[in-house]
């Protein structure tokens, strides 16, 4: 019998006598939410590491945001088999930018949660997490209260190998798989359905005095590239993203050179300021409040003078 087969008040008071009891006996509840449009070719194999994994999650949603192909097919057979997986239907703007639509994809399925979780896991639809990946997430926040964020690395294959994604500092988890203690993301105000939502949650998580780990023994593979299916205009929503943190003209030149080396492409650098100074002429909110701008722009300059110094 499955648990679509019970009424929803008894599952949820199913649900909530097993966060407790998993209290009593030491063990972290954790949920799963992960957007997906048109990952037929992947999501498979997603969801195939997660039904594999030595710690299982508690709920694993599945938001289908307007997908095309069969998604929902394939997102069907996992939820028949296991009870903890759900899918979610959206139908959200076509145009895929990054930031907005997965953030919002991923609110439509944190919304049907209706039992407490420690654990928050936002995911992507093309990763293969090795088989005690969320185990020892798991125990980054049980022995340290302190720790409000946790991920390993992204990996990706090149010539027949799977080599480091190397986008970012090893400081920084990637957007792809973040992992939020319940008390860190209610305090930092979720995620924000905005370019840059997983840089200002880390920087917001460092704001309130919340650790942040990364763990380099935990290689996901990450099955497509970066980015691969942004539409032209988000080209510009770097620079935009730097201006909505709050970084300030001199941080994001900064910022906008490293990261298009790092990409391998030096003229992207121009479309990230052009980015920032489109945001910055007409007035775009930022995604900090002023003190917290403040905190930003004066934690990203030490960070540069430890790198230098």
Same mark, same amino acid.
């Given at each position: 019998m499955f648990e679509k087969d019970f009424p929803? =008040?008894?599952?949820?008071? #199913?649900?909530q006598n097993l966060y407790f009891y998993l209290l009593r006996i030491g063990i972290m509840k954790y949920v799963i939410i992960i957007p997906a449009h048109n990952e037929e070719t992947f999501i498979g194999l997603t969801l195939q590491s997660l039904v594999e994994q030595t710690l299982l999650p508690s709920k694993l949603i599945v938001v289908n945001d307007n997908s095309t192909d069969n998604t929902s097919s394939?997102?069907?057979?996992?939820?028949?088999?296991?009870?903890?997986i759900e899918m979610v239907s959206t139908t959200a703007d076509a145009?895929?930018?990054?930031?907005?639509k997965v953030i919002q994809a991923f609110q439509k399925g944190l919304e049907t949660l209706d039992f407490p979780y420690d654990i928050i896991v936002k995911a992507d639809a093309d990763l293969i997490f090795p088989a005690t990946y969320f185990e020892t997430i798991i125990k980054h926040f049980t022995t340290d209260a302190s720790v409000g964020m946790a991920?390993?690395?992204?990996?990706? =294959?090149?010539?027949?190998? #799977?080599?480091?994604?190397?986008?970012t500092d090893k400081d920084h988890i990637r957007g792809a798989f973040k992992a939020y203690r319940a008390a860190t993301?209610?305090?930092?105000?979720?995620?924000?359905?905005?370019?840059?939502?997983?840089?200002?949650?880390?920087?917001?998580?460092?704001?309130?005095?919340?650790?942040?780990?990364?763990?380099?023994?935990l290689h996901v593979k990450h099955l497509k590239p970066t980015g691969a299916n942004y539409n032209q205009v988000s080209r510009y929503k770097q620079g935009e993203a730097f201006y909505g943190l709050g970084y300030g003209f001199l941080i994001?030149?900064?910022?906008?050179?490293?990261l298009a080396m790092r990409k391998g492409k030096p003229f992207l650098f121009l479309d990230y300021i052009k980015g920032f100074w489109m945001a910055k002429t007409s007035h775009k909110p930022l995604l900090v409040t002023a003190e917290q701008a403040r905190f930003i722009r004066r934690y990203r300059w030490k960070k540069m003078k430890e790198k230098l110094f």
């Amino acid at each position: 019998m499955f648990e679509k087969d019970f009424p929803r =008040e008894i599952l949820f008071l #199913w649900h909530q006598n097993l966060y407790f009891y998993l209290l009593r006996i030491g063990i972290m509840k954790y949920v799963i939410i992960i957007p997906a449009h048109n990952e037929e070719t992947f999501i498979g194999l997603t969801l195939q590491s997660l039904v594999e994994q030595t710690l299982l999650p508690s709920k694993l949603i599945v938001v289908n945001d307007n997908s095309t192909d069969n998604t929902s097919s394939i997102i069907r057979q996992y939820a028949e088999k296991h009870p903890f997986i759900e899918m979610v239907s959206t139908t959200a703007d076509a145009i895929h930018l990054p930031g907005s639509k997965v953030i919002q994809a991923f609110q439509k399925g944190l919304e049907t949660l209706d039992f407490p979780y420690d654990i928050i896991v936002k995911a992507d639809a093309d990763l293969i997490f090795p088989a005690t990946y969320f185990e020892t997430i798991i125990k980054h926040f049980t022995t340290d209260a302190s720790v409000g964020m946790a991920g390993g690395f992204a990996y990706i =294959e090149k010539n027949g190998e #799977w080599i480091l994604e190397n986008l970012t500092d090893k400081d920084h988890i990637r957007g792809a798989f973040k992992a939020y203690r319940a008390a860190t993301f209610e305090q930092i105000g979720g995620l924000k359905a905005a370019m840059g939502w997983d840089t200002v949650d880390e920087l917001l998580c460092k704001f309130y005095n919340w650790k942040v780990v990364t763990n380099e023994t935990l290689h996901v593979k990450h099955l497509k590239p970066t980015g691969a299916n942004y539409n032209q205009v988000s080209r510009y929503k770097q620079g935009e993203a730097f201006y909505g943190l709050g970084y300030g003209f001199l941080i994001t030149a900064i910022a906008s050179i490293k990261l298009a080396m790092r990409k391998g492409k030096p003229f992207l650098f121009l479309d990230y300021i052009k980015g920032f100074w489109m945001a910055k002429t007409s007035h775009k909110p930022l995604l900090v409040t002023a003190e917290q701008a403040r905190f930003i722009r004066r934690y990203r300059w030490k960070k540069m003078k430890e790198k230098l110094f």
